[in-house]
């Protein structure tokens, strides 16, 4: 066998058992890839994403679309000729296990967190629409969580609206963690609620819960290493009624990352005329109650899976900006927002066709 010959034969089998053997060698990565996404305007699986009774809505036009990201499960044990392909492919993006299940988080557990996230963005969305169209919204701070094997449980429940701690007004959720920490461990601390079942029925009769409990309760240290403060064992939270009743129908999607589009699509039902003028935009971002927008996860995939689909312009986070601009689709403009002002300003400009001006997404 001439030489040349036995060279490429051994060069072939070599890169056989080479792949091979990346066939059978696992490696700790999962995968990112663009999902759906779904138009916040429109239908899916034959019903409106955004239904809204008890209020005069107005027809919209154009795409105001919110993006997902695939992952490969918890449970998917990734090998080396796919960690590889993943990594020279354009359109996905491999990262490692962890940073998709931190602490061993099982699927199931993912799944749970992502659709207790998913809830909330929705809460959030419609409170931060209704405060941009100046429409009032009652809210209160709640107990939110109660943890298992601390001082306050059994003794205040999730659902009971904290009015007072010490007798100081709470006024929002921060306010109680600030006032429980004033205190050393194993000092006393009072809390002013009214009980869960108290304000769910006076909800039901659509009055205002006046009856109110002082419960005593003893901090206890935290657990958590370096920290040094009073705790009670439990997590504040808002709640809101809101004045007509806003659905989000959108099943088999998690995550907080939805708010941002949520929240411009409930205005732009809510409102005269067509946010988008017609134009398609897509985007992401969480929302708070206030209307601050925060960053999310695997922008770079969002924004494939959203010019995929026919968007031209595309609401990116503040702080996603810098990772998004590293490689933009072509075709697509990168609109940076930081708060629900910014979008409805930057959707004012892309209606007009006045887009010079809009605060574009860069590197730095």
Known sequence: M????????????????????????????????????????????????????GRKTYATTGNLNMTTVRVTSADYNMNLVEAVYGWLAHD????????????????????????????????????????????PVKSWVIVATVVKDTPAEGRLHAG???KAVDGTPVKAFDDVAEL????????????????????????????????????TITTAESDDRGEDRAIVGIEAGTDHTLPFAIDIKLADVG???????????????????????GKFVAGTGTIDDDGKVGPIGGIEMKTVGARAKGARYFLTPKDNCAAAARDV???????????????????????????DGLPRCTRD
Do not use: W
């Not at 490696?27 to 239904?51: A, C, I, K, R």
């Not at 075709?331 to 940076?336: C, D, I």
């Open 180 to 215: 429980v920490t004033k205190h050393k461990a194993g000092e006393k601390v009072v809390f002013t609620v009214v009980p869960a079942k108290e304000q769910a029925a006076a909800e039901k009769e659509n009055r205002t819960a006046t009856t109110t409990e002082d419960i």
């Open 255 to 277: 995550g907080p990352s939805a708010g941002l589009m949520f929240a411009l699509g409930i205005v732009d039902k809510l409102t005269p005329g067509s946010l988008t003028g």
């Open 92 to 135: 996905n993006k491999v990262v490692p296990h962890d940073t998709l299940y931190p602490d061993g988080k099982t699927e199931e557990q993912s799944t749970q967190e992502n659709a207790e996230e998913f809830s909330q963005s929705q809460e959030s969305a419609k409170v931060a629409a209704l405060k941009e169209l100046d429409i």
């Open 329 to 355: 689709p072509e075709g697509l403009t990168l609109v940076k927002v930081d708060t629900i002002d910014d979008a409805m300003s930057a959707l004012k400009d892309i209606r007009g066709g006045d887009t």
């Open 160 to 162: 009971d609206v904290i």
């Open 2 to 53: 001439p030489r040349r010959t036995a060279t490429m034969l051994a060069s072939t089998l070599m890169l056989i058992a080479l792949l091979c053997a990346g066939v059978f060698i696992t490696v700790p990565y999962s995968e990112m890839s663009p999902g759906p996404t779904v138009n916040t305007l429109g239908e899916h699986d034959g019903e409106p994403v955004l239904q809204i009774s």
